[in-house]
């Protein structure tokens, strides 16, 4: 008797009934310190953004607030766009500058890719590689345009090879860096299961430095783009780059301004099919 009545004495696990107030009291409530950390999308804000931005725009120039000759409105812009798709010139500029950069780019990117990896994996060929790379990477690419065109013409070589020289730097320094930052311990675990130089590089090296060979791709196509402008105001008579600089001879803004709009155009294009492509390749980043 003593003892269950000093045990009825207690609290609700000495055999009181549970009521909702004594729920609320117990229970514990844990807010998520990490939500700060997840990135949401705004896609509605960058849309209302762009879009007040162009009416900006067009406002100004409409009310003649800036003259036409500095600063035409998207509608004169676009007028001269469209007047140029019909008479098919734009296209002719647009395969012109594309055709370099495929060239370029892609045999830069193979070829920069090789050399990194060849510079992380292989202590010999980083000690031969890295001083010519510190060396030659700060040299102004567009600056060695003349001299290319002296050894190879002034044909589509000397723009090819201008714009490979832009991408290569980047792409080399992206995938060292990346091989030498890949996980000692898978390294050693792909050892200890009896692969060889060839299938570490492949299996473990490889999908290790992935994500710095897209940084590099990434960095290289945007320099791709600056290179083959800059290469064509100097010696071609097709392409974006050749366009912008006629028509600001000739004072014809609004070509001038729909060729800039085509380089901001392609930028957005190349971005897009690189970051899709590195969600194929690469389905483990999130």
């Known amino acids: 008797m003593g003892t269950h009545s000093r045990s009825g004495q207690g609290g609700t696990d000495r055999g009181e009934p549970v009521t909702k107030d004594t729920q609320l009291q117990t229970e514990t409530v844990v807010h998520d310190k990490t939500a700060f950390m997840v990135r949401r999308e705004h896609h509605l804000i960058s849309l209302i953004f762009i879009l007040g931005l162009f009416g900006v725009w067009e406002l100004t120039a409409q009310r ?12 004169a812009i676009l007028v001269t766009g469209y007047k140029m798709i019909l008479s098919g010139e734009i296209f002719h500029h647009i395969g012109a500058s594309l055709w370099r950069i495929f060239w370029g780019f892609s045999c830069a990117a193979v070829i920069g890719t090789f050399v990194g990896i060849l510079l992380g994996f292989f202590s010999v060929a980083e000690s031969i590689g890295n001083p010519i790379i ?7 690419k567009i600056a060695i345009l003349p001299l290319l065109i002296l050894w190879l013409g002034i044909g589509e070589y000397s723009k090819i090879t201008v714009i490979g020289l832009g991408v290569f730097f980047p792409m080399v320094i992206n995938v060292y860096t990346g091989v030498r930052n890949a996980d000692p311990v898978l390294i050693k675990a792909a050892i200890s ?3 060889n130089r060839q299938q570490i590089i492949r299996k473990v090296i490889l999908p290790s430095a992935l994500p710095m060979i897209f940084a590099g791709l990434k ?7 600056l ?3 800059a290469a064509e105001m100097i010696a071609a008579d097709a ?24 380089l901001s155009m392609l930028g957005l294009i190349f971005s897009w099919l690189i970051d899709k492509l590195e969600q194929l390749c690469i389905p483990w980043k999130k």
């Open 134 to 140: 510190a060396s030659t990477y700060p040299i102004p």
């Open 64 to 75: 003649g607030l800036v003259s036409p000759l500095f600063l035409p409105a998207p509608s």
């Open 239 to 262: 392409g974006i780059g050749f366009l912008i600089l006629t028509s600001a001879d000739l004072m014809q803004t609004t070509k001038l301004m729909f060729g800039i709009s085509i």
């Open 219 to 225: 960095l290289g196509i945007g320099i791709a783009l």
């Open 227 to 229: 290179l083959v402008v």
């Open 193 to 195: 299961l009896g692969s």
